[in-house]
C-alpha cells in the first residue's frame, strides 16, 4: 500500500470508531493493546483514490474516533466518473449503474471504460481500506456504500449499515446490522440484536441464550449454538434454527 494516513489514539482505552467509506473494505481487529490505531490506505501512489487517502478526515474526541473518506476507490464496482468536467460517484446496484443519483442500466464497454452519451469516462482508482487496531471493550460504527465491513475478536456493539456489502462480525455483544443485498454473518453473537438484509443471507452463531430480530425479503436465515429468543422472517428464502 503506498498511499496511506495512520491515527493513534490520544487517549488510551476503548473507543467506538465511526467509520464512513463508499467501496474498498473496513476491516476491524479488536486486541490486547492501550491505544486505537487506524490507518486509511490505497495502493495508488496518486490519482483519484490516493486523493482520497490525502484528504480524509479524522476526528478523535477522546472516546470516539470518526473517519470519512469522501471519494469511492475502485474495488466492488464504486467508482468515480468524469462527465462534462464534474466529477460523480459510479455504483454498481446489481440491477445497474448508478450514478448520481439516476440509473443507467448496466453498461460495459469490454476495455474497462464506461461511456454515456460519448461523455462520461471511468477514472477510478485502486480500493481504499480503512483497517483499525482497537483496544477490547471498543465498539463499531460503520456506513459504506459497497464496501465490505469485517471484524476480528469481541466487540461491545456493532451498528453496521451498507447497501451492498458483506458484513461479517467475529464476535459482539449488541449487533445492529442493515444490508440491502449483502450478506450478514456474526460467528459469536453474546447479546441480544437485530440483523436485517433485503436480498442477502444471515448467519448467526449464538455464544450465549439471547434474543434475535432477523428480517430477509429473499435470503435464507440460519440460527445455530445457544438458545435464542428468536424472532425471524423471510419471503422467499428458507429459515433453519440447529
Known sequence: MTTTKTHTAEHPGPITLDARLASGAITVTVEDRTHAVITIATADNDG???????????????????????????GSGGVVIQSGGVQRNMFNTGGGVMIAGNNY???????????????????????????????????????????RVETTGSLD???????????????????????????????ALYGDGRAETMSGRITVVAAVECALRARSMSGDIEISGARVDLDASTMSGRLRTR
Open 48 to 74: 483519484t483514490s490516493a486523493n482520497a487517502v490525502n484528504a480524509a478526515r479524522i476526528n478523535d474526541s477522546g472516546t470516539k474516533i470518526a473517519v470519512g473518506v469522501d471519494t469511492a476507490g475502485g
Open 105 to 147: 442500466g448496466v453498461i460495459s464497454t469490454g476495455n474497462g471504460s464506461v461511456v454515456i452519451g460519448g461523455g462520461a469516462v471511468v477514472i477510478g482508482g485502486s480500493p481504499i481500506f480503512i483497517e483499525a487496531k482497537l483496544p477490547v471493550g471498543s465498539s463499531l460504527l460503520a456506513e459504506t456504500t459497497d464496501a
Open 157 to 187: 456493539r456493532a451498528q453496521v449499515r451498507t447497501m451492498s456489502g458483506h458484513i461479517r462480525i467475529d464476535a459482539v455483544t449488541t449487533p445492529d446490522l442493515h444490508t440491502m443485498s449483502g450478506h450478514i454473518d456474526i460467528r
